[in-house]
């Protein structure tokens, strides 16, 4: 969309040039008292808004970011120059969430590695990184910090919290958590507890990083290279659970990578074009993620468990009056539709707002960020009404002004 | 069901004590032309055989076994005790192969480590371990090795070849690259060619143990650890793709190892039941199996497409007059029913003799393993079928004499 004279321009659809934002939170005596009985702080956080806040606060949007995400969800940074955010199709003017009406904020969740405090922030008690001396993070800790972050941008209620997968599961804590800060809640591709098919391959990963001998027990910050050979495999183990099986069939199938027959050679690692991917896959990962930041994140995963502490998830969810709206994705083997569905069921029994649907895909759990028309067809409509019941509560004139025009 | 006074003797439904045997074949200037192109002898290898060979040699039955398997189908081993062959339940007298009445035979593969000539075996040309020097060997050759063996055993046509998995893709290659071997083909959760998916699987499991620094590119025979951390970690991502995600919630679901509360510790690896059982799945593994093999095996699978050369699967076994039988399980995700069905497609189209069942299972890939009764159900009346019509052609006096009982 950039023309060649002005590479930085975005085009009309685009956010255009955005940059992190910093903001410290839960400074000495106001640190955040983790899930874990730990309390910790400063943290530091790392967010991007979109849009402009409307003078009434009523329209800002809460993106929570998946594994390996980041804030940066829409727009170009200009060090990275053409390089969009992750979800840059979905957010933008015009698009699923538009900045021309909605204030869009998303923020690097705790315990991540863009500029968010994690393992690899310095400790101020040792002048070190942390490593692994980092505390243990849940889900709930993420959204604390979250929620910290809205208020401290000075927004009573959001509109909508939204978010997939790992960001999904964050949408869930916030509304059992603090159920008073959205009016509604967009959760995709995600489930009320990760399977225990998915802690297996969670399993996986963390054991492929901590048996590399450059991990040092997650001390490797001074090292050039680190636990690149570990994480790499982590990833591409997790990327197969992100693709449907159909979705590599017809990718890649059986194809060769660079030949048009086999090379009978045991070292031909990369000779199928799937194997030459989840390579690249793994190597271009390294460059940009933290191996103590994953093994924190996957951990969060692994212990979330919505109705733990309540009973069930519809307790845990039962204070809660937003427009709820879950979308699982028919190709989808690590969130399936079965554990949406799930969350639904309790959601209709508590009596609360809920709409549900399955999108058919054949790209896997990756879905909720490559679908992304189908989403907007969804998502449009809720954030519309769910801002009109906003303002008519607020301003009961309203109800009755458009009652007059309707009837 | 042994006793506790003599604990070698078996119970009434077992083989009883076996032992494994070993033959050379393909001896200098007779060496098999691997697929590769590559000339390969001699090849020395360890069979079982249970129960007692027909005078007219009819009632062979030869089980190709899968991935890790060996020649040890059934019956127990005096130096292992009372551990059995890996399908004990299903082989032995009045079992589903039942050796009152049929001749047994299973050969350890080609590249395997379980007495056939492999990666560990002594290469007479350098006096050491093959080690990756191994030449690449498909599942072509693997059935090469075991129809040379059959020949060896004196016998012209096998009344039956079964297997799963990779055992069944030699049950497949078998048919169709010596038709006439067999009088029926018994392939059980498998396909006619790997998945993507399962190529995918194999790329990370393969690159577990390229990426230990103590696999040394295969050369690791006089180190007396060995690339263990790698293959451990090919072994666990391995099998859970044998399991199904039911079996895997039903059996550990989120349930915690040593605990009843979360430990939030990031250490904690095997803190779930399913972290400690995939750790301890790797680290059996390792004790009895090689890294080079698994190296050699998986390729073999990797590269397995039955179509490849006659250009489609029904071309590839119009020749075989053998009367076949696909199983596959509904939890099975490694080795689909569509896979199956493919297979059963080609046969029909082809005028093959057919019959198809997709078995009711949660227990996924490794159903055929473990979900004996049903199996049973169906081998046993394909097996007396095919012996009855090999016995009548032999001899049309019988036909014509059960036709005069009959009529």
């Not at 983790?34 to 809460?62: Q, R, W």
């Not at 209620?157 to 964050?170: C, N």
């Not at 924190?296 to 212990?303: E, I, K, N, P, Q």
């Not at 998502?379 to 769910?386: A, M, Q, S, Y």
Request: with cysteine; net charge negative.
């Amino acid at each position: 969309m950039a023309n060649d004279d002005s590479e930085f321009e975005p085009g009309d659809d685009s956010i255009g040039l955005v940059e992190t934002q910093q903001v410290t939170l839960f400074e000495t005596p106001n640190e955040l008292c983790l899930e874990s009985g730990v309390k910790f702080g400063p943290i530091n956080v790392a967010y991007e808004t979109y849009g402009t806040l409307s003078p009434e606060k009523d329209n800002a949007i809460f993106v929570c970011h998946a594994l390996t995400g980041d804030a940066h969800v829409a727009g170009w940074h200009a060090e990275e120059k053409r390089k969009p955010g992750w979800w840059n199709d979905f957010v933008g003017p015009g698009k699923g969430l538009d900045t021309n009406k909605y204030f869009v904020i998303c923020a690097n969740v705790l315990s991540g590695c863009k500029g968010t405090t994690g393992p690899s922030s310095i400790d101020p008690n040792t002048g070190k990184q942390y490593g692994l001396l980092f505390p243990f993070i849940t889900v709930g800790d993420i959204v604390k910090v979250h929620s910290a972050l809205v208020k401290h941008l000075g927004i009573d209620k959001l509109l909508a919290v939204i978010g997939g997968s790992l960001g999904g599961m964050q949408v869930l804590d916030w509304a059992a958590r603090f159920p008073n800060q959205m009016a509604a809640v967009v959760c995709l591709a995600a489930a009320a507890k990760l399977s225990a098919q998915g802690i297996a391959f969670n399993v996986v990963g963390r054991r492929a990083i901590f048996t590399d001998p450059k991990f040092n027990r997650g001390e490797y910050y001074d090292d050039t290279e680190g636990p690149r050979v570990g994480l790499a495999l982590a990833r591409m183990v997790a990327h197969i659970t992100y693709l449907s099986d159909v979705s590599i069939e017809d990718k890649f199938g059986r194809r060769l990578q660079h030949s048009s027959h086999l090379k009978y050679d045991l070292d031909q690692e990369t000779e199928f074009q799937i194997g030459s991917y989840l390579h690249y896959q793994g190597k271009r990962f390294v460059e940009r993620f933290d191996a103590n930041s994953y093994i924190c994140l996957t951990h969060a995963m692994d212990y979330f468990d919505l109705a733990e502490e309540c009973g069930t998830i519809g307790q845990a969810l039962q204070n809660s009056d937003a427009n709820f709206l879950l979308a699982s994705y028919t190709s989808d083997w690590l969130f399936t539709t079965t554990q949406s569905l799930e969350i639904v069921s309790e959601l209709v029994k508590a009596k609360r707002n809920v709409s549900f649907v399955e999108l058919a895909s054949s790209k896997g759990h990756d879905a909720f960020l490559l679908e992304i028309e189908p989403l907007e067809q969804l998502v449009r409509p809720l954030l519309e009404r769910t801002r009109q019941e906003v303002t008519e509560r607020r301003d009961p004139s309203e109800k009755a002004a458009r009652g007059d025009h309707n009837g």
